[in-house]
Every structure is written in structure tokens, then in C-alpha cells.
């Protein structure tokens, strides 16, 4: 059974500070997303790994992938309010079927 | 505009009654799937379906049902809603061999 594990939580921090999410998964995966969600909405998709050692970037936002350590993280550089919500990792065994979801983690940018 | 259309957007139930949340697409996409979020639970995948007439159960199945007599509906069944099925519920959809899941916008259920 696949497992999804995101740390932290919960993130609180300052506003021009840099942060890491980390994604952990149990079992070989196609391919990994990141989502973003705010309160009473949907999930927006940031973005979408397929490949070990990918990296990608939007704005202060880079996501990478290691498959051989099945991590994948988020990385936040100089926060800004805008940045809070929760974000989701989300991993795909089948090939686009279906998705098992971390936890979520809620982050928060403070002035 | 394309994409996936949830209905209704809200609903309260009494225990023991039932009701269809609806999933329809327009992009003629083969793969659909139903999840709930619950709060510190991330998104969990109740049921999916790889093209019409074929649908499979997820992590948390008990207390749906779905069909799939069409590529563009996916509906969800609660045959005797419970209060531990007060959730909000997004369906999702992707091309076979597409790169990116479409959402719809939710339907946030309430059972009392």
C-alpha cells in the first residue's frame, strides 16, 4: 500500500524567509504533483514531477524529485502573504488513474 | 468553459437518506475518480474509473456506489448517508497519458 508522509504540518513564517515542505512516498511512483489549496476552494495545481532529478520552478515556488530517495520537496524562497494556503503532495502509481495525497501542509506567512 | 462540473455545491442530509453528487466532464477524458477530504486527512480516493463501464474501489469505498455509463459522468452514490460521510468530495479526471488531473470545485456534504 502506498503511503504519502509530508512534513511539517503546519509552517508558520515570517514574510522574506525560505522554507522546505518535504514529500516522502513508500513505494516506486510514475509521477508526483504538487497542489495548492486555499480555504473553500479547489486544488490548483503547481506542479507536476515525471522524472528523477526533475526540478521545477514558478515564481518563489521550486519543486524537485528523487525517486531513488522517493522524496520530493518544495522549496519557498522570500515568502509573501500571498503564499499561504495549504499545500498537498499528491502521488501517482498507474500512470493517471488515480492519486494518494499527503497530508497537506498549512503554511502561514506572517508580516 | 472546459473542465469538471461538480453539482450540487452544497447539501445537508438526514442520516439514512440518499442522494447522487454529480461529475460531469467535456474533455473527453477516460480516467475519473472520486475523493474526500477531511480535515488533517489530505484528499482519499473512495472510487475511480478508467473509461466507461469500468470502475474500481479506493482507499475508502464503503458506503458509495458508482457507475460509469458514459466517459463524461461519473456520479457518486450515498445509499444511506451517515454523519461520518460529512466530507467535502471533489471528482478529478485525466487523459490516459495526460500529465495533469483537472478538479471540479467540490460539493461540501453535510449529514445530520
Not at chain 2, 477516460?30 to 473509461?51: A, C, F, K, N, T
Request: charged share 15%.
Amino acid at each position: 500500500e502506498l503511503k504519502v508522509e509530508q512534513n511539517p504540518l503546519f509552517l508558520s513564517m515570517q514574510e522574506g524567509k525560505n522554507y522546505t515542505i518535504y514529500c516522502n512516498y513508500s513505494t516506486t511512483s510514475d509521477r508526483l504533483y504538487w497542489y495548492r489549496q486555499d480555504p473553500g476552494k479547489s486544488l490548483e495545481s503547481l506542479f507536476v514531477l515525471l522524472s528523477n532529478g526533475a526540478v521545477k520552478q514558478e515564481g518563489r515556488l521550486m519543486a524537485s524529485l528523487d525517486t531513488k530517495a522517493r522524496l520530493s520537496t518544495l522549496h519557498i524562497t522570500a515568502a509573501v502573504h500571498d503564499l499561504s494556503a495549504t499545500y498537498f503532495c499528491a502521488v501517482d502509481m498507474t500512470s493517471g488513474s488515480r492519486l494518494t495525497f499527503g497530508e497537506g501542509t498549512q503554511l502561514t506567512v506572517n508580516p | 468553459n472546459a473542465g469538471v462540473t461538480q453539482t450540487p455545491k452544497f447539501q445537508v442530509l438526514k442520516t439514512g437518506q440518499s442522494m447522487t453528487l454529480q461529475c460531469a466532464q467535456d474533455m473527453n477524458h477516460e480516467y475519473m475518480s472520486w475523493y474526500r477530504q477531511d480535515p488533517g486527512m489530505g484528499l482519499r480516493l473512495i472510487h475511480y474509473s478508467v473509461g466507461a463501464g469500468i470502475t474500481d474501489q479506493g482507499e475508502v469505498p464503503n458506503g458509495y456506489n458508482v457507475s460509469r455509463s458514459t466517459t463524461e459522468d461519473f456520479p457518486l452514490r450515498l445509499l444511506s448517508a451517515a454523519p461520518s460521510q460529512t466530507s467535502v468530495y471533489f471528482c478529478a479526471s485525466i487523459q490516459t497519458g495526460g500529465a495533469g488531473y483537472t478538479f471540479g470545485s467540490g460539493t461540501r456534504l453535510t449529514v445530520v
